[in-house]
């Protein structure tokens, strides 16, 4: 028999370090406030899977590896972010800012980038991580 996860309601960035601290690593399914700040975080190897992240800031964070595989963040910002080797496919992920992110590797077959913002984002490597 497969164990139960289970899902905490996360309200405020506070909280979400406090998990990140005890050593969770698996916020798959979980639904975020509008907003919450996520900048300057390591949250290298995340697992975000089908979350609800709407307009949420991971200005400075470092993703490599992140999975967003299906998971709802319109209205990101990532600006300066690394997203080496990050996961986004299936996502939404509307009217994002890709500013000055590290893009190298990051897989979006099916992600849906309506009115992103891509500024300095090395979009061939985006579309062909082999290049």
Same mark, same amino acid.
């Given at each position: @028999?497969?164990? %139960? @996860?289970?899902?905490?309601?996360? !309200? /405020?960035?506070?909280q979400f370090i406090s998990l990140k601290d005890a050593?969770?690593?698996?916020?798959? *399914?979980?639904?975020?406030?509008? +907003?919450?700040?996520?900048?300057?975080?390591?949250?290298? +190897?995340?697992? $975000? !899977?089908?979350?609800? @992240?709407?307009? &949420?800031?991971? !200005?400075?964070?470092?993703?490599?590896?992140?999975?967003?595989? /299906? &998971?709802?963040? *319109?209205?990101? =910002?990532f600006h300066r972010a690394d997203l080496t080797g990050? =996961?986004?496919?299936? /996502?939404?992920? =509307? &009217?994002s800012e890709f500013v000055l992110a590290t893009t =190298?590797?990051?897989?979006?077959? +099916?992600? /849906? $980038?309506? +009115? &992103?913002?891509?500024?300095?984002?090395? %979009?061939? *490597?985006? !579309?062909?991580?082999?290049?």
């Amino acid at each position: @028999m497969g164990s %139960v @996860m289970l899902r905490i309601e996360i !309200t /405020s960035r506070e909280q979400f370090i406090s998990l990140k601290d005890a050593g969770q690593r698996d916020f798959s *399914k979980h639904e975020f406030p509008d +907003g919450l700040d996520f900048s300057d975080l390591d949250l290298d +190897g995340f697992d $975000f !899977t089908d979350a609800f @992240m709407p307009d &949420a800031n991971f !200005t400075r964070c470092s993703l490599k590896g992140a999975c967003f595989r /299906s &998971a709802n963040i *319109k209205c990101a =910002d990532f600006h300066r972010a690394d997203l080496t080797g990050a =996961d986004l496919r299936d /996502s939404l992920i =509307d &009217a994002s800012e890709f500013v000055l992110a590290t893009t =190298d590797g990051m897989q979006i077959d +099916g992600a /849906s $980038f309506y +009115g &992103a913002i891509l500024i300095q984002a090395d %979009v061939q *490597k985006l !579309t062909n991580p082999d290049a």
